[in-house]
T-cell receptor, first 111, second 114 residues
Framework: ELKVEQNPLFLSMQEGKNYTIYCNYSTTSDRLYWYRQDPGKSLESLFVLLSNGAVKQEGRLMASLDTKARLSTLHITAAVHDLSATYFCAVDPRDTDKLIFGTGTRLQVFP | DTEVTQTPKHLVMGMTNKKSLKCEQHMGHRAMYWYKQKAKKPPELMFVYSYEKLSINESVPSRFSPECPNSSLLNLHLHALQPEDSALYLC?????????????FGQGTRLTVV
């Protein structure tokens, strides 16, 4: 059974600090996606990682992918309150049309 | 334009009612998805349509019936639902070009079964 696990599930961090969210998955896949979800809202696409070693950055967020280790990271630099949301990674297993979401990481940034 | 439109935004229905959720995209995407999301949980895949044909059914109960009338529209017909089916139902679409499955999501329909 495909598992996509995120660590931590909940993260409370102070503004200005750095932290990393981890996404581990159990199947063969060359592609991984990161989404953001605000409370009561839909999912917003953040990053598309398409190959081993891919790194993407947008503002204070940077995502990377290691397909050999089946691991992706989402690094937060100098957190601000506006980053408070739930972050999901998602994997599409090779040769399927599926997009399977990780367990989610709820991020709260406080002053 | 990366818009996926879902209607209605909110729906309250009784256990004996029949209702439908609608989803529309005009991005020329060839794959469309239905997800169910309970509070504080990740979205769970229900159905995938590829080129207007059902390609994946994740063992969803028959009280949920998907339909893809054309490449831009996706419906989810609901009948005899249970209170535990109350959730946020999300529609998504993706281009699926060269295996790229970046999905764009609609705003969702918040369903309450009473």
């Amino acid at each position: 059974e495909l598992k996509v696990e995120q660590n931590p599930l909940f993260l409370s961090m102070q503004e200005g600090k750095n932290y990393t969210i981890y996404c581990n998955y159990s199947t063969t896949s060359d592609r991984l996606y990161w989404y953001r979800q605000d409370p009561g809202k839909s999912l917003e696409s953040l990053f598309v990682l398409l190959s081993n070693g891919a790194v993407k950055q947008e503002g204070r967020l940077m995502a990377s992918l290691d397909t050999k280790a089946r691991l992706s990271t989402l690094h937060i630099t100098a957190a601000v309150h506006d980053l408070s949301a739930t972050y999901f990674c998602a994997v599409d297993p090779r040769d399927t049309d599926k997009l399977i979401f990780g367990t989610g990481t709820r991020l709260q940034v406080f002053p | 334009d990366t818009e996926v439109t879902q209607t209605p935004k909110h729906l309250v229905m009784g256990m004996t009612n029949k209702k439908s959720l609608k989803c529309e995209q005009h991005m020329g995407h060839r794959a469309m998805y239905w997800y169910k999301q309970k509070a504080k949980k990740p979205p769970e895949l229900m159905f995938v349509y590829s080129y207007e044909k059902l390609s994946i059914n994740e063992s969803v109960p028959s009280r949920f019936s998907p339909e893809c009338p054309n490449s831009s529209l996706l419906n989810l017909h609901l009948h005899a639902l249970q209170p535990e089916d109350s959730a946020l139902y999300l529609c998504a679409s993706s281009q699926e070009d060269r295996g790229l499955t970046e999905a764009f999501f609609g705003q969702g329909t918040r369903l309450t079964v009473v």
